[in-house]
């Protein structure tokens, strides 16, 4: 793996590479890498002559300073995992690097796709997220860009973000890798007490039980008795559970409104924030 932590260096080695006709896949990350990330790396290597990763974390996308503070930082495992896996190449930029004092990013128009759920929560995220992945594509312009459905809005906000930019990368979204029991990774879930770990089942548990509700209750008694779930344990508090239209993330009242729907949860384990999500129904 060719580690690169200047950005002048790797785009001078990519457009060597491209110029030799290599396709090129990328997945960005902020490290602290599990098998969620690997499948995203696999996937990237599989489809492309060229894998590229980077770990970059971006501080303008937390909200909160303490979560920036405490986001795990585990570069030698990480490094192990990317060699593992066979990663081409590594980008692992300093702050500086990816904004230095001139740089500029257009603005995009998201409608109301990112004022919902995690926009809604955690204002200013998505400016961040949307800013340093615009950085990061125009640095490494890949032909695949590799993201997790687990982050749904954070997705949904790039392909309409590589849209309205006219980019020709093809975003390729994968699919949600759990635990055992059924808990989505994260790289916060090392962050949780034992007994929350152990407790944070109950997050995928609600999401898949909720065909069965929407069987013989309405949308809206479904969220209500989902978020009574979800707050049924201590320490644990829902933020939201929203049943939405997996196109324009807005709440629907009745499955039968859309073709595409999607349920999205945050739920505060303790002090830390875990999201999970789970496609309801999808028609060709
Ligand atoms: O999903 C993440 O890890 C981050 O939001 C991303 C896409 C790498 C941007 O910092």
Known sequence: MVLFKKVEELK???????????????????????????????????????????????????????????????????????????NDVLFYPSVAEIYPDNLTIPTFDFGQIDKVMEG???????????????????????????????????????????????????LVVCPIIREEDGLALSSRNVRLTPENRANATIISKTLSSLNEWLSSHSVQQVKEKALAQLGSLPDFKPEYLDIVDGYTLQPINDVEESPYVVACAAVWAGNIRLIDNIILKKLD
């Open 120 to 170: 809604f929560h955690r204002p200013g995220h998505f400016d961040g997220v949307v800013q340093v992945v615009y950085r990061l594509i125009d640095i490494v312009q890949p032909d695949r860009l590799y993201m997790g459905q687990k982050d749904f809005q954070q997705f949904t906000l790039i392909y309409h973000m590589l849209k309205q930019m006219g980019s020709s990368t093809e």
């Open 12 to 86: 001078a080695y990519l457009a060597a590479q491209r110029a030799k006709g290599m396709q090129i896949g990328y997945a960005p990350t902020m490290g602290a890498l599990h098998r969620g990330h690997a499948s995203l790396i696999k996937k990237s290597k599989a489809e492309n002559g060229l894998s590229v990763c980077s770990i970059f974390v971006n501080p303008t996308q937390f909200n909160d300073p303490a979560d920036l503070e405490k986001y795990p930082r585990t570069e030698a495992p990480d490094m192990a995992l990317l060699e593992s896996l066979k």
